[in-house]
């Protein structure tokens, strides 16, 4: 199965400074590289994603970054704002045709006013 | 669009009962569900995947018999926690794939806790 590492556990900026979440994977044939958001005793919900067809997507001020050849993504936040506070996980897809995500350990992102 | 509901939200039962949970795709059809458990400040770790008309794929360590699964409509999959221990208390998140695309759209969990 899919091995995910998640990088740094907790992450406190503050606000307006910019906010860098790393994730390894194993799997070299995973093909689909989302983020989630949870706040807490929510759904994770979905705020960017990327397909290994491409090296950066951005949407305002989140952008996600692939590296396939070193099997690594990152999460970018700029002009982070206290709302942005929430535990963030990367949860790349299996290689194989089952749809599976497998969620990182997660990373607590506060920022403070 | 790509609303998923799950009901109840909460729920508190003796140990030894029974306790189904529902999740639904409101505005979309799935064939392809997932369930997930989460424990307090941990990740979400998946417990099975359930298809349509056919039976659940569970992970490994997780037991089939104690975790039932049905997903007997295009819209509809349930979980059933049979004979719950305390535990099983804990924060059920399903999931589901809209059509053949990649994202999973998250229901708003249900939190089980077990006397």
């Not at chain 1, 897809?93 to 350990?105: E, I, V």
């Not at chain 2, 990740?43 to 997780?62: C, D, F, H, I, R």
């Not at chain 2, 059933?80 to 998140?93: G, L, M, N, Q, W």
């Amino acid at each position: 199965g899919e091995n995910v590492e998640q990088h740094p556990s907790t992450l406190s900026v503050q606000e307006g400074d910019s906010a860098v979440i790393k994730c390894t994977y194993s799997d070299s044939a995973s093909n689909y590289f989302p983020w989630y958001k949870q706040e807490l005793g929510k759904r994770p919900q979905l705020i960017i994603d990327i397909r290994s067809n491409v090296g950066e997507k951005k949407d305002q001020r989140i952008a996600v970054t692939l590296n396939k050849t070193a099997k690594h993504f990152s999460l970018h936040i700029t002009e982070t704002q206290p709302e942005d506070s929430a535990v963030y996980f990367c949860a790349p897809k299996d290689g194989g045709s089952n749809y599976k995500l497998t969620f990182g350990k997660g990373t607590l992102l506060t920022v403070n006013p | 669009g790509a609303v998923v509901s799950q009901h109840p939200s909460w729920v508190i039962c003796k140990s030894g009962t029974s306790v189904k949970i529902e999740c639904r795709s409101l505005d979309f059809q799935a064939t392809t569900m997932f369930w997930y458990r989460q424990f307090p400040k941990q990740s979400l770790m998946l417990m099975a995947t359930s298809n349509e008309g056919s039976k659940a794929t569970y992970e490994q360590g997780v037991e089939k018999d104690k975790f039932l699964i049905n997903h007997a409509s295009l819209t509809l999959s349930t979980l059933t926690v049979t004979s719950a221990h305390p535990e099983d208390s804990s924060f059920y998140i399903c999931s589901a794939l809209r059509g053949s695309t990649d994202t999973q759209y998250f229901g708003p969990g249900t939190r089980l806790t077990v006397l």
